[in-house]
């Protein structure tokens, strides 16, 4: 009677042809530290003199060693190591998936040996008295073999376990972070189905060395290249597909979220940037401090949100040096994390646009002009002087004291002349009104003012010719009527010129001062 199923180790060979010559040695070293009281694994790997041929050979110090020598050539048998997922690997398929690529392969441990040579297999009456020796001899060229000797050092052995490579140990790694995570998992129920379920497990993230991309690892086995900044080692049984090459998105983004919310605070600015930390800070398990420290390194500690109802004030946050973040900068999901969080604020929370009174209303708080002081009744002329002077128009200069507002002064259409200019005593002080008429910053801020005359915009091309023109106006009209930016006209016009052409005097001073 014929077998049932019969395996066609050509087609499984073929099916194998693309992964890299590494998962030999990989599947061979994860048998070899899951066995009970093993402390010393050797790995060896030669090409053959004169021939394309690889030969890799893994020694283990076990006591026992192999349980069980057919399932060195047992498909699908039950694996001793399914219910426990500590133990690396699920599906028994590693010496197969060895077996199936190798010229040769031999197998002796303390229960006998098996010999696999092309479709035949034998059982030479042989055994050790600890341990396990297995030998491969795979195809491979040099470019291939120099590939799994750089494949081979990114093993990181657990402690405990003495690794050596061709004579030399295996370097050991030091985490730059360990943490505990209930994470995706196999193993088997009671009836031996493999299952998926959550387990609570260590995870180490390693610095990759120079060279290397980031994988995850699988207790000391890369399984997963990721190309994120680190390698994920998780110590317990990763959800991998057969062929040990990829993981559901759902567990590699869990593992990108964890390591966020542990490492936030190291990241630089270029790897705030990264494809996978963004994908993490959009992730509703990313925590408020990991999503704050991520946008301050991808964006500033000087940043606001594009705020489209207030558009003036995301301009003037421009205006001012902040960043800028658009909308489409990030996905929603980072959205909602930024702004639970509070890590950035709208621009119209942070630089509001001025708001003009109601062009047919008062300012709430303002000052009696008969409450003026005379400080006020100074500046106030002048203002309304040098608008009319600048620009042709008459404006009235209101003094309000408005507190609560972020502004010292805004100029809108209003007031009995059509203009209105509010000076905010609330914002700007006494020390202000106090400044002399050519003060920089009473002549900066009145211009800047003045110029919303012609645009309300500040970073528009208009408002920015205005400064221009009103600047070059208040210059001719310094030259023309000096006195007129005198705070006392009785001082004679020279003195007036020497403090304008005296650039290392400390500032202008009140000339009625002594």
């Known amino acids: 009677m014929a077998d049932a199923l019969v395996v066609d180790k050509k087609g499984l060979a073929r099916k194998l042809a693309n992964r890299p010559k590494a998962f030999i040695v990989y599947e061979l070293t994860q048998n070899a530290w899951d066995e009970p009281g093993v402390t010393e694994v050797t790995i060896k790997a030669e090409m053959l003199h004169g021939q394309p041929v690889c030969r890799i050979e893994v020694f283990d110090d076990a006591p026992e060693g192999f349980q069980d020598l057919t399932s060195v050539y047992t498909l699908f048998k039950d694996s001793k190591k399914a219910p426990d997922p500590t133990k690396r690997g699920r599906f028994e398929l590693g010496e197969k998936l060895v077996a199936a690529v190798a010229l040769r392969m031999e ?194 500690e000087k940043a606001v949100i594009a705020d489209p109802s207030d558009p003036e004030g995301t301009k003037i946050a421009m205006s001012k ?44 708080k303002v000052k009696p002009r008969e409450e003026w002081t005379d400080d006020m009744w100074r500046l106030g002329e002048f203002a309304e002087e040098l608008f009319r002077k600048l620009t042709g128009h008459r404006c009235d200069v209101y003094v309000v004291v408005e507190v609560t507002a972020y502004w010292g002064a805004n100029f809108q259409k209003g007031g009995l002349s059509g203009r209105r200019l509010c000076l905010n005593y609330g914002k700007l002080g006494k020390k202000w009104f106090a400044e002399p008429k050519r003060s920089e910053r009473v002549l900066s801020l009145l211009v800047h003012e003045f110029a919303h005359e012609f645009s309300v915009d500040h970073l528009s091309r208009s408002y920015y010719d205005t400064l221009c023109r009103l600047a070059a106006k208040l210059a001719n009209l310094a030259l023309d009527d000096p006195d007129f930016f005198n705070d006392d006209p009785s001082q004679e016009s020279d003195r007036l010129q020497v403090w304008v052409l005296d650039g290392d005097s400390p500032g202008p001073q009140d000339p009625r001062k002594p």
């Open 107 to 300: 197998v002796v441990t303390t229960k006998g040996c098996v010999i696999i040579e092309g479709n035949k297999r034998r059982s030479p009456r042989r055994k050790l008295q600890r341990g396990s020796a297995i030998v491969v001899d795979i195809r491979m060229n040099r470019a291939e073999f120099a590939a799994v000797c750089d494949d081979v050092k990114q093993l990181i052995p657990p402690q405990g376990i003495y690794t050596t490579f061709n004579g030399e140990p295996i370097k050991p790694r030091s985490p730059v972070c360990s943490f505990e995570a209930a994470l995706q998992t196999i193993r088997t129920d009671e009836e031996g189905n493999l299952k998926p379920t959550q387990r609570k497990a260590k995870v180490d993230v390693y610095e990759p060395r120079a060279g290397e991309t980031a994988h995850i690892y699988e207790m000391g086995i890369p399984v997963v290249e990721t190309g994120d900044r680190y390698h994920y080692d998780v110590q317990q049984r990763v959800p991998v597909n057969w062929e040990r090459s990829n993981v559901p998105p759902s567990y590699l983004k869990a593992l990108r979220v964890m390591v966020i919310n542990e490492m936030a605070s190291v990241l630089d600015e270029l790897e705030a940037r990264q494809p996978w930390v963004t994908e993490a800070v959009a992730d509703p398990r990313c925590e408020p401090e990991a999503t704050k420290e991520v946008v301050v390194k991808r964006f500033g």
């Open 321 to 364: 040096g902040y960043t800028v973040i658009p909308g489409g900068a990030l996905p929603k999901g980072a959205w909602t994390n930024i702004k639970a969080s509070g890590a950035v604020l709208p621009a119209g929370k942070v630089t509001p646009s001025p708001k003009p009174y109601d062009p047919n209303g008062d300012p709430e």
